[in-house]
């Protein structure tokens, strides 16, 4: 059986909480629950013919990379980027995150998750962030850890691709 680290990167209240609920328990909760340091949770997947022992690393939010723990990130196989859809400046910090964890791990896979695409009227992410994110030729989809939209997508895709590196 293979085991792999995952790091969940984001702004504070981005979700990351809640996806990793949301994909290991497939439960949601409307209640806040703020993360200090790191919280972690562990969920088998089968990837091909591989059984894949998932370490999700859920870890504290920031809003400058600065703050964010290199320790947290050593060990990881991949990394899944969560930017809140209702909260514009979220996507900047994601890039700013995306760019340390490239510096610190190297190129690993990696999924961007746009999050709470169940609040429609409250969208502030601009079509063209999206088109760019995928002229890099970075993952990206439309999740909701509320809905359950495209959480499990997310998680098994980048656990594929950390399979194949």
Same mark, same amino acid.
């Given at each position: 059986? &293979?085991?792999?680290?995952?790091?969940? &990167?984001?702004?504070?209240?981005?979700?990351?909480?809640?996806?990793?609920?949301? =994909?290991?328990?497939?439960? #949601?909760?409307?209640? +806040?629950?703020?993360?200090?340091?790191?919280?972690?949770?562990?969920?088998?997947? !089968?990837?091909?013919?591989?059984?894949? %022992?998932? &370490?999700?690393?859920?870890?504290?939010?920031?809003?400058?990379?600065?703050?964010?723990?290199?320790? #947290?990130?050593?060990?990881?196989?991949? #990394?899944?980027?969560?930017?809140?859809?209702?909260?514009?400046?979220?996507?900047?910090?994601? +890039?700013?995150?995306?760019? =340390?964890?490239?510096?610190?791990?190297? &190129?690993?896979?990696?999924?961007?998750?746009? %999050?709470?695409?169940?609040?429609?009227?409250? +969208?502030?992410?601009?079509?063209?962030?999206?088109? +760019?994110?995928?002229?890099?030729?970075?993952?990206? #989809?439309?999740?909701? !850890?509320?809905?359950?939209?495209?959480?499990?997508?997310?998680?098994?895709?980048?656990?594929?691709?950390?399979?194949? !590196?």
């Amino acid at each position: 059986m &293979l085991q792999k680290k995952i790091c969940m &990167l984001g702004a504070f209240a981005v979700g990351k909480t809640s996806l990793v609920q949301r =994909f290991v328990q497939s439960i #949601y909760s409307e209640k +806040y629950h703020t993360t200090v340091g790191v919280k972690i949770d562990k969920k088998l997947v !089968a990837v091909g013919d591989e059984t894949v %022992n998932l &370490l999700l690393w859920d870890i504290q939010g920031e809003d400058g990379v600065e703050k964010l723990r290199s320790s #947290y990130l050593r060990g990881a196989a991949g #990394y899944l980027l969560v930017i809140d859809s209702t909260r514009r400046e979220t996507l900047d910090i994601a +890039y700013r995150m995306q760019k =340390f964890a490239q510096e610190m791990l190297g &190129l690993i896979p990696f999924v961007v998750v746009i %999050n709470k695409t169940d609040l429609v009227d409250q +969208y502030e992410i601009e079509d063209v962030a999206l088109d +760019y994110m995928k002229e890099q030729g970075w993952i990206v #989809y439309k999740t909701s !850890a509320k809905t359950g939209q495209s959480v499990e997508e997310a998680f098994l895709t980048l656990a594929s691709k950390m399979v194949e !590196a």
